[in-house]
């Protein structure tokens, strides 16, 4: 076969089930579309950059104009004249979504699909096998992800065996927190949650495939080997081929992913509309478009997600060049303050407004990251804090939300259990409008704390997730230093997101003179100074140290020495780089598999320069 495609060395011949002959050819027949994806991603740097030098707010689209990519006005996405996807079977309840990759770094196949049986039969109405914000992509581990969940929809024995063992380990754990089992049958239970897949982001390139002579689009590639690897049993099962669609930031964006979508759908031989997609609303420009997403997407399109994290990044990297915009302490920034209460009320509405079939679709609320481990009081509390979140997007109109783990699936399903709605479309709700006063409300701050308590947290699980994510855990438990020992603080599932909001607002702080609102006697600050490049630097040196004295439980031993100090190397440099890199990730990927710091700041400061420079962001794989 002829190709234009290039492949790591070995892969090919390591993963002949996952790189299949069917896959090859998916992959050459949408590779072209690889080009409109770069050119996509360097108009969105040229827009970011133009806001930023002209100090310009973002806006909602003219209604005359047409979405790009699509022969559908703004105008009619926002009244819904645009024939929605149909809401199929396996997707009318869900409750509880769980999220999380089907492996582990580093692992063999036994033990790594383990967590493809753990979300299987967490009793989760739908599991979102992570290949992006969860999902380590150390060595092969984005290959063993598609490996693990082919092997598991297959229902190949080995999975069978493995989801046996787990279901015993599952029931321990469930009779001695709820004193009862949480599985019956296990073979029956596998059959309850519907798999979705998320893909990594347009922004991202695959770590193993090359095109003409450049990156290759992540997104393509995990839209095809879950896609190709997948339909045929997904479908022979009665069950339906679904996405999560993270990090677009446009309507065009999503026109994009649709015309890559019907591009695979037609080589295929699939009907146009058989894939179905959820789209993450975690972009700030999301929310001027919502409508034309949905337009954008249709037929695909079933619904959004509304996730905190990757939002609240956004909205600060949008406005980082407006000096009155500094966010308060990350633990204010809940679904009720000021410009997230916004956002999630735009987005409810959108999802209530019909299309022209009189069709709604879905709103899956955000993340639960609790994990009732701890102490009998601090499970108690932080589970009496997810219970009272999930009742309260229930009421605001969500039809489910997410949780990090599987133990807290029958600790938050239960709140739509008793109300017993399968879904909320078409709940009513005000029409969606496009003013002064709702643009507004999407930047809108509220008074609340700066402190240099906050500044610790937001330093100290900064510098853990960027070592957990060389280490190749992407999702990680983690809690800021001053907790460690104390089982009263949980620890908090934490992906991506979690890093790149946290490095954004010390980024805010430093550049834009935050001011504190409280004293500190430990470092002698007053309520009202600023938080300085001085302070900033002493916090770090801080922080750092307690991760250094910490124990393996907390920080890995092999890696206080390795990766540790690559983490810190990004930190510092992101937070104290004038010009502001747009990911943090951006700098992780540089240096999967970088264990010495000479090197990795050779590769900091190349990305910075060439950014500088022109835009340009070194996206490419720079082992392969």
């Keep these: 076969m002829t190709t234009t495609l290039e492949f790591r060395d070995g892969v090919l011949q390591s993963y002949p089930d996952v790189y299949t002959p069917e896959v090859l050819r998916a992959l050459e027949a949408l590779a072209s579309l690889n080009q409109r994806r770069r050119e996509r991603m360097a108009l969105r740097i040229a827009r970011r950059k133009r806001r930023a030098e002209q100090g310009e707010q973002i806006e909602f689209l003219d209604p005359a104009d047409l979405i790009p990519g699509t022969q559908i006005t703004v105008a009619d996405a926002r009244a819904g004249k645009f024939a929605g996807a149909v809401i199929p079977p396996d997707l009318i309840r869900q409750w509880i979504q769980g999220t999380g990759p089907a492996t582990k770094p580093r692992s063999d196949v036994r033990s790594g699909i383990r967590n493809a049986a753990y979300a299987l039969l967490s009793g989760a109405d739908g599991w979102m096998f992570d290949g992006e914000d969860a999902l380590g992509q150390v060595d092969t581990m984005s290959l063993d992800n598609h490996r693990n969940l082919k092997l598991a929809i297959a229902r190949e024995p080995l999975f069978l065996e493995v989801a046996e063992e787990v279901a015993t380990e599952m029931n321990h754990w469930a009779e001695g927190f709820f004193g009862h089992p949480i599985i019956a049958d296990w073979r029956q239970q596998l059959e309850f949650t519907t798999v979705i897949y998320r893909c990594r982001g347009l922004h991202l390139e695959d770590r193993h495939i090359r095109y003409q002579g450049g990156g290759f689009s992540a997104s393509i590639a995990d839209l095809v080997l879950f896609v190709v690897n997948n339909h045929a049993k997904l479908q022979a099962a009665g069950r339906s081929i679904v996405l999560y669609l993270p990090k677009t930031q446009t309507a065009e964006d999503a026109a994009l992913w649709n015309a890559m979508i019907v591009a695979l759908e037609t080589h295929l031989g699939l009907p146009v509309g058989t894939i179905k997609v959820y789209v993450l609303v975690e972009q700030i420009e999301q929310c001027f478009q919502l409508m034309e997403i949905r337009a954008a997407l249709s037929p695909h399109f079933v619904g959004f997600n509304t996730g905190r994290w990757d939002y609240i990044n956004s909205v600060s990297d949008a406005l980082a060049w407006d000096k009155g915009f500094v966010n308060p302490n990350i633990q204010s920034i809940t679904m009720t303050y000021g410009y997230m209460r916004t956002y999630e009320d735009r987005v409810r509405r959108a999802m209530n407004t019909p299309d022209q079939k009189g069709r709604f679709a879905l709103w899956q609320g955000g993340m639960e990251p609790n ?254």
Excluded: C
Aim: glycine fraction near 8%; proline fraction near 4%; charge should be negative.
């Design 371 to 624: 994990i009732p481990v701890g102490s009998e009081a601090g499970v108690a509390a932080s589970m009496k804090r997810a219970v009272a979140g999930a009742e309260r997007e229930q009421r605001e109109g969500a039809s489910g939300k997410w949780v990090a783990h599987w133990k807290m699936v029958h600790i938050v399903r239960p709140v739509w259990e008793k109300v017993g709605q399968d879904n909320q479309m078409g709940r009513a709700f005000p029409a969606l409008t496009y003013g002064p006063e709702d643009a507004a409300g999407l930047t809108n701050l509220e008074a609340a704390p700066r402190t240099i308590a906050g500044a610790r947290d937001l330093l100290s699980v900064a510098l853990q997730y960027g070592n957990a994510f060389l280490r190749g855990f992407q999702a990680a438990a983690l809690k800021p230093a001053d907790f460690f020992g104390n089982d009263d603080v949980l620890y908090l599932m934490e992906d991506m997101a979690t890093g790149e909001i946290r490095l954004s607002i010390l980024w805010e702080w430093i550049h834009k003179g935050a001011v504190l609102t409280e004293a500190d006697a430990g470092t002698g600050t007053q309520a009202g100074d600023a938080f300085t490049p001085a302070l900033f630097e002493r916090l770090l040196k801080e922080e750092y140290a307690k991760l250094r004295q910490a124990g393996n439980r907390d920080v890995h031993d092999d890696s206080k020495d390795t990766t540790l100090p690559i983490a810190r190397a990004i930190v510092q440099t992101y937070v104290q780089s004038n010009t502001k890199a747009p990911w943090y990730v951006d700098l992780l990927n540089l240096n999967l598999g970088v264990e010495n710091l000479a090197e990795a700041e050779q590769r900091i400061a190349r990305f910075l320069e060439a950014f500088k420079k022109d835009g340009t962001r070194l996206t490419e794989n720079l082992d392969f």
